[in-house]
């Protein structure tokens, strides 16, 4: 039974560039959020994303995107890349929009120069 | 706003003792807790969770406690090994959706 799985496990972009990061849920589960982590914080909420529509969202700007597929597999797009944006950022997954326990996988680790 | 915190952002024990990690939050319309505990270089793994209206929650060497009088949340660790050496987070969820917000950590120090 795969658990959520992240790609890539890292990356380094420039200022300015855009980013797309991908996540596949666990098995069996059709409900994917995205967190950004900074270094020494806890996990702060992106959005969610449920038969392939933004169903929630946290306070992050529209430089933020998403997006989910019909096999529930979801991308994260960053454009216009800040310093700033440096984190780690993390997918989780659940059975559900409403279902609370989430998955997390381990994250693309995320470096703005 | 409204946040989920913890009192202490390092916590030191020795092998084999109970820790206790403390957490507060300030939502009272949250209706749903999580602990979760996060190694180097992983994502944050799942504990235990509770909801409100139960006060206490047990899993295998751990509970959960939960004191909405004074919006309080602990997570005790009986028995406390090296592998459970990492950063702990607790999390609430309001009502709606399942968005958690989570509190900034603790990390838990196991000594030999």
């Known amino acids: 039974d795969a658990g959520v799985t992240q790609s890539p496990t890292h990356l380094i972009k420039t200022r300015g560039q855009q980013v797309t990061l991908r996540c596949s849920p666990k098995?069996?589960?059709?409900?994917v959020s995205w967190y950004q982590q900074a270094l020494g914080q806890g996990p702060q909420f992106i959005f969610q994303?449920?038969?392939?529509?933004?169903?929630q969202r946290g306070n992050f700007p529209d430089r933020f995107s998403g997006h989910q597929f019909p096999n529930y597999s979801s991308e994260l797009n960053v454009n216009a890349l800040l310093l700033g944006d440096s984190a780690l950022y993390l997918c989780?997954?659940?059975?559900?929009?409403?279902?609370?326990?989430?998955?997390f996988g381990s994250g693309t680790q995320l470096s703005v120069l | 706003g409204e946040s989920v915190g913890l009192h202490l952002p390092t916590l030191s024990v020795q092998e084999g003792d109970n820790s206790i990690i403390n957490c507060a939050y300030s939502?009272?319309?949250?209706?749903?807790f999580i602990w979760y505990k996060q190694e180097s270089g992983k994502g944050p793994q799942f504990i235990i969770d509770?909801?409100?209206?139960?006060d206490k929650r047990q899993g295998q060497r751990v509970t959960v406690l939960l004191n909405k009088t004074v919006k309080h949340l602990s997570l005790q660790i009986a028995a406390t090994q090296p592998g459970d050496s990492a950063v702990y987070f607790c999390?609430?969820?309001?009502?709606?959706?399942?968005?958690?917000?989570f509190g900034g950590g603790t990390r838990v120090l196991v000594k030999p």
């Open positions: 989780a997954s659940s059975l559900g929009h409403l279902n609370e326990k989430l998955f």
């Open positions: 098995s069996g589960h059709d409900t």
């Open positions: 994303y449920y038969e392939e529509e933004e169903r």
């Open positions: 939502n009272s319309a949250s209706d749903y």
């Open positions: 509770i909801r409100s209206n139960m």
């Open positions: 999390a609430e969820k309001r009502a709606a959706g399942n968005k958690l917000t």
